[in-house]
């Protein structure tokens, strides 16, 4: 009886410290198949190939532009890294995809320029250069943050620690391109909206007054919470956010058997390991991608209701899905806890109330979107400002050793 618990007690440490899944498989059908569709899986910041799936055919159901631009530009980013001999490792985890395909999306399928060749290609030279800029703040941020206390390689590799590009290569990368699209004499820019007339504006505010306009109901408010989860990837579409909400769930990794020089490798990963717990916890039982989803897209709804930003905004989902991804990051990089679970709820507020709208203030100045910068932005405040909390767990690497 002794002996079988200290076997499973060996087996649940193993599995709890054996780190990322690997997903280079040697076998060049399988190693596409996970590099599409984790790339895409890691859109929402975490690798399963059931997650991609799903994703892309919520989003197919939604546009079949956007649902091709998301494989083409994943590609073209993915085939970029090997191109210039990235870690092979990280090509197959999709690391070189999710930022490549949201640069793509933003161009081409995107609510921002007009579908046509000027933006086609811009999305396919975005994905591109996307993933080398992903790998510039890779670099950065894992070593800005290190801290290494002497010259042994020991001491500096147990003290060292990091924080998450997330998304950002994508959004600096589409600013600039943006940015700089506006100077071209292509055919990019729709026209700009009329803007509201003076008598339907709330009294000393350049917002539309819509009180007598529309009334919340629980269903128009679920509504709203779906098509936030879709807007992740630019999609105004309730469905597609349903078939996200059911990825994050089901969020298996099947990690595959690696062959290493004809040698099979057990990764010691059940089959039902999920990607959301994958990174502090294995064995956890806790499918709740889906649900931290669904809680951080109601609470920038509920949000923008309570401030009384536009109904327009609200209910095309546009208020939701920079709060998805922060409730998802904050959840899944550390350890879930009650603290954790705390503070993920008190950032996605905090990005709610005053960070997204101070971004869409200062972006809209030039003209351009605020994208998922206010996601990256809270989460990093988050990351940094949890490595002196010690009662909240840090991820393994993340905000502290």
Not at 41 to 70: C, D, H, K, Q, T
Not at 111 to 133: C, D, E, H, Q, R
Not at 141 to 166: H, K, R, V, Y
Request: with cysteine; glycine share 10%; proline share 7%.
């Amino acid at each position: 009886m002794i002996g079988a618990l200290e076997a499973l007690l060996f087996s649940v440490v193993t599995l709890q410290i054996a780190g990322p899944a690997d997903y280079s498989t040697g076998n060049p059908a399988m190693d596409f198949f996970y590099t599409l569709f984790n790339g895409i899986s890691e859109v929402p910041l975490f690798s399963s190939p059931i997650n991609g799936i799903l994703i892309l055919a919520g989003v197919f159901i939604a546009s079949r532009y956007a649902g091709a631009m998301m494989v083409i530009a994943g590609l073209v980013g993915a085939g970029m890294a090997i191109l210039l001999g990235a870690p092979y490792g990280l090509v197959t985890f999709g690391l070189f995809g999710y930022n490549s395909i949201l640069t793509g999306m933003a161009f081409w399928s995107g609510p921002f320029t007009k579908t046509n060749k000027a933006t086609f290609w811009l999305s396919i030279y975005g994905a591109a250069a996307t993933a080398v800029v992903w790998m510039a703040f890779s670099h950065l941020m894992g070593d800005m943050f290190s801290q290494c206390l002497g010259p042994p390689e020991a001491a500096c590799t147990a003290n060292s620690w990091a924080i998450p590009g997330f998304t950002s290569s994508f959004i600096f990368t589409t600013w600039a391109m943006m940015f700089a699209s506006q100077r071209y004499g292509r055919d990019i820019w729709p026209g700009p909206p009329p803007p509201p007339t003076t008598a339907k504006l709330i009294a000393a505010s350049s917002n539309p007054d819509t009180k007598d306009d529309f009334k919340w109901t629980a269903k128009e408010f679920t509504v709203a919470t779906l098509k936030g989860v879709s807007q992740v990837t630019f999609v105004e579409n309730w469905k597609t956010g349903l078939f996200w909400v059911i990825g994050l769930t089901l969020a298996f990794e099947l990690a595959p058997l690696v062959d290493v020089n004809g040698d099979p490798m057990n990764q010691d990963r059940p089959w039902w390991t999920n990607g959301f717990t994958a990174g502090w916890n294995p064995l956890s039982p806790l499918y709740l991608g889906g649900v931290m989803a669904l809680v951080g897209s109601a609470i920038g709804a509920a949000c923008a209701i309570l401030t009384k930003i536009p109904t327009a905004e609200i209910r095309l989902g546009l208020h939701g899905f920079n709060q998805v991804l922060v409730m998802i990051a904050l959840t899944s990089f550390l350890p879930l806890t009650w603290q954790s679970f705390l503070i993920a709820v008190f950032m996605t507020v905090a990005c709610s109330l005053f960070v997204m709208p101070a971004l869409q203030r200062f972006f809209g100045n030039w003209g351009l979107p605020a994208l998922t910068g206010p996601f990256v932005f809270t989460a990093w405040v988050a990351l940094l400002g949890i490595s002196g909390f010690e009662n909240i767990p840090a991820g393994i690497g993340w905000s502290r050793p």
